[in-house]
T-cell receptor, first 115, second 112 residues
């Protein structure tokens, strides 16, 4: 199993450009998440999905969009990049059925700089 | 009170020391608690879940005090390889059971 795979690992964008951060998992997990982590701050939830076709906003969704057409993939779209979106982005997944203590697995992160 | 609040750190300790991290959470209905470890420029990884009765995994002990809404992590006999940021994580309850809320993390540096 590859686990959670994110691409790209690094990206520099100019203000106003758009891009898609890719995330795929091969563990058949139902829940998937996108977080951003700013220096010295905790992870903030951007969007999450409880299964294919179902997505919902987290704490900081403005400026982002997501889709979940398959169980495996959960891409994050930035339409008009702004300097405030400079951050490290982590995708995560977990299988939540009856287990309260299901572990969340994270991708290696995407370091995005908007200039 | 913030949803999840941790000791701000950083902690600098010598090898072999015992170090304790504290975390408080605001939602008394929260059911599941975790400690994650994050190495520099890496993704978070689960260190251990925190059970009501407390649990131990080698040199690591986690405790939960529901009455005080307090979680702790104790590391005994610190190793250089324990240097990392430790994240306290709380899972929401009821309609928010999808949600994992992360503390800001506490940086630990173990010195030779």
């Amino acid at each position: 199993n590859a686990g959670v795979t994110q691409t790209p690992k690094f990206r520099i964008l100019k203000i106003g450009q758009s891009m898609t951060l890719q995330c795929t998992q091969d563990m058949n997990h139902n829940y998937m998440y996108w977080y951003r982590q700013d220096p010295g701050m905790g992870l903030k939830l951007i969007y999450y999905s409880v299964g294919a076709g179902i997505t919902d906003k987290g704490e900081v969704p403005n400026g982002y969009n997501v889709s979940r057409s398959t169980t495996e993939d959960f891409p994050l779209r930035l339409e008009l990049a702004a300097p405030s979106q400079t951050s490290v982005y982590f995708c995560a997944s977990r299988y939540l059925a009856n287990g309260d203590f299901a572990e969340a697995f994270f991708g290696q992160g995407t370091r995005l700089t908007v200039v | 009170r913030k949803e999840v609040e941790q000791d701000p750190g950083p902690f600098n300790v010598p090898e072999g020391a015992t170090v304790a991290f504290n975390c408080t959470y605001s939602n008394s209905a929260s059911q599941s608690f975790f400690w994650y470890r994050q190495d520099c420029r890496k993704e978070p990884k689960l260190l251990m879940s925190v059970y009501s009765s407390g649990n131990e995994d080698g040199r690591f002990t986690a405790q939960l005090n529901r009455a005080s809404q307090y979680i702790s992590l104790l590391i005994r006999d610190s190793k250089l390889s324990d240097s990392a940021t430790y994240l306290c994580v709380v899972r929401g309850s009821g309609g928010s059971n999808y949600k994992l809320t992360f503390g800001k993390g506490t940086l630990l540096t173990v010195n030779p």
